[in-house]
């Protein structure tokens, strides 16, 4: 897309975010961080990068529609809390979503999920997913702890995702994906989808519908790692630069239901992996 077709259709977003935060009784101003700042009845930011890859889904013509339902979404769960005071039907609404760790703003009931992600606590209802606060929590009759297993057990409970094998650049790759704000949240169970061993996979998770994982059995050398490294690598940036619901480009390893950045660098036209990781490759001890 030409520099000026992406300017032109950011500057449409932003008109009917405008237009819209407007009708509601709210003013709009761009803040830094690609955020909108709408402020009336309460003060919320829009993040206008998750917009514009969910306009990118849709004809031109349907981005009234998006723009009006996403930005009221957000409005109405400001403007009409739900009250989290009675934990009993609180708990069959938690689950537990992954986000980029800049979106802790300190007040959230989160924990880190892995390097550059946090696992947050959140109330999924039909209309919109809610984080839920440690305020809110610490007058629920259960630890932070239980709160996260019961929101893991509340995605779970919701059904698999679709497994597909595909083929990048000549690797094969499995794909994990769902219509659906958790799909992250499965790497908690990886090894149910997978036949791994004590090496685990490699693995990309750039947004939040979609996980790509390559397992590493112990037929696969360096040089197949280092292969399905640069596929997995690159189809990490691409889903997230798409969205929606961006999280990380980064690429990792999952071990035992860990997950370690692999620190990747080029040199030339190659990709270069961390020694520890190819010694295990070749079977080091």
Known sequence: MSGSRRDGDEAALDSLVVLVAESLGY????????VMLLE??????VGMRNLRQLARLVPRDDWPAVVADHVTTIVTAVEEPLDLSDFTLARHLLRTRVYPAEADNGVLAARPFAPGLIEVVVVDTPTTVRTVTREEMAAWPVPLAELFTLGREGVHSDGPLQCEEQEADGVPVSLLHGWTFYAATHLAWLDEYLDLGPRGALVAVPNRSTIVAFPLGDAVGPGVAVRAAAALKEQARAGYEEGPGSLSPALFWWRD?????LQTRGEGADLVLPREFLAVMAGAP
């Not at 003013?27 to 690609?34: A, E, H, I, L």
């Not at 009336?40 to 930011?45: A, D, I, Q, Y």
């Open 257 to 261: 239901g860990e997950l370690a950045l």
């Open 27 to 34: 003013s709009c101003t761009r803040v830094p961080g690609d």
């Open 40 to 45: 009336g009845t309460g003060r919320l930011h």
